[in-house]
Nanobody, 118 residues
Framework: QVQLVESGGGLAQPGGSLRLSCAAS????????MSWYRRAPGKQRELVAT???????NYADSVKGRFTISRDNAKNTVYLQMNSLKPEDTALYYC????????????WGQGTQVTVSS
């Protein structure tokens, strides 16, 4: 099994910054894609950013130029640097990892709350 532990959420003012972290542990053979999703109140879950094992990244249009996803393969950790935060970024942010133990599958973190408000 794979466990994901997220940290770094909290309250930020508009225009402020937060950095999310998600560390994967367990009997991991390899990790492919690592992603961040979010779910705002009353909305569907959406993909925020993803990074593959080669370091290629993709972002939702709403966060391009403001958020940066990165990973530390030695630590099995993915990060999300969020700058120029807006109230509409308020959501529960989830880490998702495609990891191989015996076979590859998706694993989800428990979520970390990000609130952007003055």
């Amino acid at each position: 099994q794979v466990q994901l532990v997220e940290s770094g959420g909290g309250l930020a003012q508009p225009g402020g910054s937060l950095r999310l972290s998600c560390a994967a542990s367990g009997n991991i053979v390899s990790i492919n894609a690592m992603s961040w999703y979010r779910r705002a109140p009353g909305k569907q879950r959406e993909l925020v950013a993803t990074i593959n094992s080669a370091g290629s990244t993709n972002y939702a249009d709403s966060v391009k130029g403001r958020f940066t996803i990165s990973r530390d393969n030695a630590k099995n950790t993915v990060y999300l640097q969020m700058n120029s935060l807006k109230p509409e970024d308020t959501a529960l942010y989830y880490c998702n990892v495609v990891a191989r133990v015996v076979y590859s599958r998706n694993y989800w973190g428990q979520g970390t709350q990000v609130t952007v408000s003055s």
